[in-house]
């Protein structure tokens, strides 16, 4: 299976390697259009600050390109949040492949939101296997609201989503690649859609 990391210089790239890895898969790190286009499976992930992100994905015309894939895409974090309308973080447009706006945690909690927290509410094959309440492993100061498009939930300061679907497309805001063998099962999920 060719699996494709989009390289654009905002990612947590090794950790999800070597989840991908144990996984049996040999993923390619790249922002080379053409090779995305043609993989079987597109990860999308993204650690750092929103607007510079975007502006990394402007540089390389990945912006453009991310939308319009069609096969299963999954944004990862940061990735999510940019497949997203718009975040306030920097004020930034997202792709919009996500009919959901990207907001900060007030000062009420402790931000960012990192360690393990509970996901439920899970509805999607990419979350088959995974019980309910299972624990991921988030660092994040903004979240993606509830939508229609919303497939698990979690809760910090009030309920977000913790995962998204739009047709091909899905995004998590927790770390697969840092949540044990649940998130290593929504990584083979993910490969098995």
């Known amino acids: 299976m060719n699996v494709i990391i989009i390289d654009y210089g905002a990612g947590n790239i090794q950790s999800i390697q070597f989840a991908l890895q144990r996984l049996g898969i040999t993923a390619v790190l790249s922002n080379n259009p053409e090779l995305i286009q043609g993989a079987d499976k597109v990860i999308f992930p993204g650690v750092g600050e929103a ?3 975007m502006q990394m994905l402007k540089n390389s015309k990945l912006d453009a390109l991310i939308p319009n894939l069609k096969q299963e895409v999954l944004g990862i974090c940061l990735g999510m949040q940019l497949l997203c309308k718009h975040s306030e973080e920097g004020d930034t447009k997202g ?3 996500f009919d959901v706006n ?3 945690f007030t000062n009420a909690v402790k931000v ?3 360690g393990w927290n509970t996901i439920y509410n899970q509805n999607s094959d990419l979350l088959i296997n995974i019980p309910q309440n299972s624990y991921m ?3 994040h100061s903004y979240y993606a609201g ?3 498009q919303t497939i698990a939930s979690s809760n910090y300061e009030h309920e977000f989503s913790a995962a998204l679907q739009s047709n091909n497309f899905y995004g998590v805001q927790f770390h697969p690649e840092k949540s044990s063998k649940d998130g290593s099962q929504l990584l083979q999920n993910f490969l098995n859609l």
């Open 146 to 148: 509830l939508t229609e």
């Open 112 to 114: 960012p939101h990192m």
């Open 95 to 97: 792709l919009g492949v």
């Open 137 to 139: 492993y988030s660092v």
């Open 102 to 104: 990207v907001k900060r």
């Open 51 to 53: 607007s510079q992100a």
